[in-house]
């Protein structure tokens, strides 16, 4: 049989199967059209991976971005937790809660029983006390920082300020900060009465100095202030403040006296005592008193000396002073001294006056038994009827 070729020329090519190191399907031949090009090969599948290898990287990387995460995260939780404002926030929010121990062991605050303010007891009693708080701003200069906060009392904001100092790291990376103890401020109270003056300062007992005033360190707040005078004098109760920290935040406050219809009656009481004890003397010139009588010859014995009084002297007790509550004389008293004389030229009576007895004073204080008075007038000197 005889092979014949068709006129383009392919018949006599061999087929693709034929030609040695062909794998596969034959590679498509268009024929539709003489001198068509031939198609390209279709492109070779990339080799895939196995599920488990594309798990394990995927796996190490999402580790790797969690540490990178995690690092972040507990640097930054770290560096807040040991920033400088942590210690005063803790100070302040165990102060809100009206836990004084604690607060004050947050700040470090030495105290003692003499502290009566200084308790749970007596800041529950306080008005005004430290209801909230927000740190307005932290300064970092190294070994030390300064934080600003405004402390809430009785609807204001009252700044404070406080010192901390850095007293070493925490693994060797986080400061460590130490809240420095912040002043306190003071109930300051002056007493226009008595020294020894008993007063209650929320409900603690305080007694007076010698002139006159109490102070008592105290946390941030109002506290009522009450004077116990007894049934001999009293005064009208106040409300001393102190705002935030410092002394610059306390304010003093004073107290006047005045007698009772029963310190009055007792003052009173206690002058004409001490007219008595004058009129008592047989001296010419009792020590101590409003009169005397002068002019005594030594050329005779003189006995039974004695004084009479005449008129008793009406008085007005007025307000305190610093020597006392003012005994005012508004009607002299009247004084005749009398004695028997014996001498040279014979026996008789000596006399002098009436002479005026003065009787102003002071009253300085009260005991049990009543009030105590001190003369202002001593040996007659302004007394114009010697």
């Not at 001198?35 to 991976?49: C, D, E, H, I």
């Not at 209801?131 to 600003?148: C, F, N, P, Q, S």
Request: hydrophobic share 40%; glycine share 14%; charged share 15%.
């Amino acid at each position: 049989m005889t092979d014949q070729q068709q006129a383009d020329g392919w018949g006599s090519v061999p087929s693709v199967d034929s030609i040695s190191g062909t794998r596969g399907a034959p590679i498509p031949i268009a024929a539709s059209a003489p001198g068509a090009p031939l198609q390209p090969p279709a492109p070779r599948p990339r080799r895939k991976l196995r599920r488990g290898t594309l798990v394990g990287i995927i796996a190490g990387g999402a580790a790797v971005v969690l540490i990178l995460v995690a690092g972040v995260v507990g640097y930054s939780v770290g560096t807040a937790s040991h920033s400088a404002d942590r210690p005063v926030r803790a100070f302040l929010d165990d102060l809100t809660a009206g836990k004084v121990d604690a607060a004050l062991s947050d700040a470090g605050i030495d105290h003692d029983k003499s502290d009566v303010l200084l308790t749970d007891a007596a800041y529950k009693k306080a008005t005004g006390r430290v209801t909230g708080y927000r740190i307005a701003a932290t300064r970092d200069d190294g070994d030390t920082a300064t934080v600003t906060a405004y402390l809430r009392q009785a609807g204001r904001d009252v700044s404070s300020t406080f010192t901390l100092d850095k007293t070493g790291t925490e693994w060797g990376v986080f400061p460590v900060w130490e809240l420095q103890a912040p002043k306190l401020g003071s109930v300051s109270v002056r007493v226009d009465g008595p020294s020894g003056a008993k007063l209650l300062v929320a409900g603690q007992s305080v007694t007076t100095s010698k002139d006159g005033t109490a102070s008592l360190t105290a946390l941030p707040g109002a506290y009522d202030v009450a004077l116990d005078g007894g049934k001999w004098y009293s005064a009208g109760a106040t409300t001393a403040t102190v705002a935030g920290f410092g002394a610059a935040g306390s304010t003093p406050v004073s107290m006047t006296t005045k007698l009772t219809a029963a310190g009055e009656q007792s003052a009173k009481a206690a002058v004409d005592a001490w007219v008595d004890g004058c009129i008592a003397s047989t001296d010419a010139a009792p020590k101590g008193c409003s009169f005397y009588a002068y002019g005594e010859d030594s050329a005779y014995t003189y006995t039974n000396q004695k004084w009479t009084l005449d008129t008793r002297p009406t008085v007005a007790i007025g307000g305190w002073l610093s020597s006392g509550w003012l005994v005012s004389t508004t009607t002299f008293g009247r004084a005749t001294f009398t004695a028997d004389i014996a001498g040279a030229g014979g026996v008789g009576t000596a006399s002098a006056g009436p002479m005026n007895v003065n009787a102003s004073g002071y009253i300085t204080g009260f005991t049990d038994k009543g009030a105590t008075f001190r003369s202002a007038i001593g040996n007659g000197s302004s007394d114009t009827g010697s």
